[in-house]
C-alpha cells in the first residue's frame, strides 16, 4: 500500500520574551483566574503588613478638653504639620509616640490648654469704662475660679463648682449681710471624700472669702446630696461615716494587739482574733458647785468691812426724854456676819454710865467675808469604750514524737489556755466592772492546700502583649507566603509544563499518527493473555496516558490540526 505523508508539525525553539505569555495562554481561564486572584491577594497582603510596619504608634497628648480648648489645639497642630486623631467618642487628642512631649511643650509656650476655668486672668482684660458693678462681677468671677482650680486639684474630685453669695457692704446699713458659699463636686467613679477632706474643702471656701463662716459653706455631689453637716460634728440617728470607721480602727487594733501577743508562741499563722468594740459616741456635760465650810477668820479673805464711830464731848449729857426704851440703852457691840468672835469693846472710844467722866461715843464695825465656792465644767470625750468582747482561736500544737516521723498535732494543755487567756485579758485592757469578756478556744485548723498555679509561657502578660504588637505584621507576611506557596507557585508551575509538555507530545504523537498510516490496518488477532505487547501497543498506551496525564497539550495539539496548521 502506498504510505501517506503526515505532515510533522514544525516545533519552534521557545523565545525567551514570549515564554510567560505562551504559559500563560496555554492555561484554561479557571486557572488563570486563580492565579490573578492570588497575585493580588498576596500584593495586598505585601502592601497591608508594610503599612501596619510602617504606621507610627500613637499616644495621648491631652484628654478631658472642652470644646473650645481642643479646636485651638487642632488649629495649631495642623499649622505644625503634626499628624493627629481622636479616640472613641472625641475625649483625647493623640499625636505620634515620639513628638509628645514636643507638641506638649510647643503648645504651653502658646498657653494651651487654657481649660474652660477662668480665674483672676479675667482681670487682665479689663477694659475702658468698666462699672463698679462690672468689676465687682469679675472679681467674683475670677474667685470662684480659683477655688474651682484648688478643689478639682483633689484626687478624688473630677469637677467642681463653686457658687459665691457676696452682698454689697455698706456703712450705712446697721445689720451687714453675711456672705456665703455652695460648692457642687463630682467625684471619680468608686472614690469618695472622708470628713477630713470635706472640712478642708469648707475651710478652704471660708478662709478665702472675707467675713464667711465655715457654717454658710455648703457641700454638695452631683446626685445633690448634702455631704457638709453642722458644725459640731452631732448628728441624731445612725452613726456616720467617720464614727463607724473609728469603730473599725480601734477593732483592728485590738485584734492586732491580740495576734502580736501570741504570734511568738504559738505562730502567727496559728492564732486568729475577732474584737467587738462597744464605742460610745454620746457627748455629755456635766457643771458641778461645791461650798466648803467657813475658815477660820485669819483665814478668811475680807471681802469688805464698814466702820460707823461717833465721839461725844465731856460736858454733853445722854440723851433723855421719853421717846422710848430702846433710846435710852447704850450700843451694844457689832456682830460679825459669818466668821470670828465679836470685836472687844474699846472702853475709850464708847462709854457707859459707869465709864467714870470719860467721853462718850458709838463705833459701829462691819466686815463681810467671801464665800469660798467650787465650779467645775466636765465634758465627756467622744469616742469612749463602753465594752469590748474579743474571740480568739488557737491552733494545735505540733510536736514531733520522734525522729524521722512526721509531727502530730495535739491540743494545748489547761495551764497554756490559761495562760493565754490572761495575755488576751492584759492586751485589750480587760475590765470586770465595765463588762468585758475574753473567749479563748483551742481547735485545729483546716488548712487548703492549694497547689501554685504557673502561668504557661503562651499567658504571660508580656508574651500577650508581644503578640498582639507583631502579630499583625506576622500573620500577614505568613498569610502571604502560604498564598504564594499554595496558590501562585501550583499555577506557574503549571504554566510552566503546559509550555515545555507540547514539544515532546507533538514529536510522539507525530510519531505513532505516522505509524499508523504506514501500516495497513489488519484484523485483530485472538491473541493469548502471555503473548506480550508489541511496539505499537505500548506506543496506543503511551499516547493514551499522554492524553490522561496532559490533557491541555493534547487538545492544543488537536486544535492545531484541526485548524490545518
Not at 469603730?247 to 502580736?260: G, L, N, P, S, T
Not at 467657813?294 to 460736858?315: F, M, T
Not at 485545729?444 to 492549694?450: A, E, G
Not at 490496518?521 to 496525564?549: F, G, I, W
Request: neutral net charge; proline residues 7%.
Amino acid at each position: 500500500m502506498p504510505s501517506a505523508a503526515v505532515a510533522e508539525m514544525p516545533i519552534a525553539a521557545p523565545v525567551a520574551g514570549a515564554a510567560w505569555p505562551q504559559r500563560l495562554a496555554s492555561l484554561d481561564r479557571a486557572a488563570r483566574m486563580r492565579l490573578a486572584l492570588g497575585l493580588a491577594l498576596f500584593l495586598a497582603m505585601v502592601v497591608a503588613a508594610a503599612f501596619f510596619a510602617s504606621r507610627p504608634d500613637y499616644r495621648v497628648l491631652f484628654s478631658n478638653l472642652s470644646d473650645k480648648d481642643g479646636g485651638a489645639i487642632v488649629a495649631q497642630l495642623t499649622q505644625m504639620n503634626v499628624p493627629y486623631k481622636y479616640t472613641e467618642g472625641g475625649g483625647a487628642i493623640m499625636v505620634p509616640a515620639d513628638r509628645v512631649h514636643d507638641v506638649r511643650l510647643r503648645l504651653a509656650s502658646q498657653g494651651l490648654p487654657k481649660g474652660s476655668i477662668t480665674g483672676f486672668e479675667v482681670t487682665e482684660t479689663s477694659r475702658f469704662g468698666v462699672t463698679q458693678f462690672q468689676e465687682r462681677l469679675n472679681f467674683q468671677r475670677g474667685l470662684e475660679g480659683e477655688l474651682t482650680r484648688s478643689i478639682q486639684s483633689l484626687a478624688p474630685v473630677q469637677s467642681a463648682r463653686v457658687h459665691l453669695a457676696l452682698p454689697n457692704q455698706n456703712g450705712f446699713f446697721r445689720e451687714q449681710q453675711k456672705p456665703s458659699a455652695s460648692v457642687l463636686v463630682s467625684l471619680y467613679p468608686g472614690r469618695f471624700l472622708d470628713r477630713t477632706q470635706l472640712a478642708g474643702i469648707v475651710h478652704l471656701v471660708a478662709s478665702s472669702v472675707p467675713d464667711l463662716a465655715p457654717a454658710a459653706v455648703s457641700v454638695l455631689d452631683d446626685t445633690g446630696k448634702l455631704l457638709s453637716q453642722m458644725p459640731d460634728g452631732v448628728g441624731g440617728g445612725a452613726p456616720t461615716g467617720e464614727q463607724l470607721a473609728y469603730v473599725q480602727k480601734m477593732e483592728q487594733q485590738y485584734a492586732q494587739r491580740i495576734v502580736d501577743i501570741l504570734a511568738p508562741v504559738v505562730g502567727r499563722d496559728n492564732v486568729k482574733a475577732t474584737v467587738n468594740a462597744d464605742i460610745d459616741f454620746n457627748q455629755t456635760e456635766s457643771t458641778t458647785e461645791q461650798h466648803r465650810p467657813n475658815l477660820a477668820a485669819d483665814a478668811s479673805a475680807v471681802r469688805s468691812q464698814q466702820v460707823v464711830e461717833n465721839a461725844a464731848k465731856p460736858g454733853d449729857k445722854l440723851p433723855a426724854g421719853v421717846p422710848g426704851a430702846v433710846s435710852n440703852q447704850p450700843p451694844q457691840n457689832a456682830n460679825a456676819p459669818v466668821n470670828g468672835a465679836n470685836p472687844a469693846p474699846d472702853a475709850g472710844a464708847q462709854g457707859g454710865p459707869g465709864a467714870g467722866g470719860g467721853s462718850v461715843g458709838h463705833r459701829e464695825i462691819t466686815t463681810n467675808y467671801e464665800v469660798d465656792k467650787t465650779t467645775s465644767v466636765t465634758r465627756a470625750a467622744q469616742g469612749m469604750v463602753k465594752r469590748v468582747n474579743a474571740a480568739v482561736v488557737v491552733n494545735y500544737q505540733s510536736v514531733a514524737e520522734a525522729a524521722g516521723k512526721p509531727p502530730v498535732a495535739r491540743p494545748l494543755s489547761p495551764e497554756q489556755i490559761e495562760q493565754m487567756t490572761a495575755l488576751v485579758r492584759e492586751a485589750v485592757g480587760y475590765n470586770k466592772e465595765r463588762g468585758d469578756s475574753v473567749n479563748l478556744m483551742n481547735a485545729p485548723f483546716k488548712v487548703d492546700t492549694v497547689a501554685p498555679v504557673e502561668l504557661p509561657f503562651y499567658r504571660q502578660p508580656e508574651v500577650i502583649e508581644l503578640a498582639r504588637s507583631l502579630g499583625m505584621p506576622i500573620g500577614l507576611s505568613l498569610a502571604a507566603v502560604l498564598l504564594l506557596m499554595g496558590v501562585v507557585r501550583p499555577a506557574l508551575k503549571a504554566a510552566r509544563q503546559g509550555s515545555a509538555a507540547p514539544t515532546a507530545t507533538r514529536r510522539k504523537v507525530n510519531a505513532i499518527a505516522a505509524e499508523q498510516i504506514e501500516r495497513p490496518a489488519l484484523p485483530a488477532l485472538e491473541k493469548s493473555q502471555d503473548q506480550p505487547l508489541t511496539q505499537e501497543q505500548l506506543r496506543l498506551q503511551e499516547a493514551r496516558s499522554l492524553a490522561k496525564d496532559n490533557p491541555v497539550a493534547v487538545a492544543n495539539i488537536v486544535k492545531t490540526w484541526i485548524n490545518g496548521e
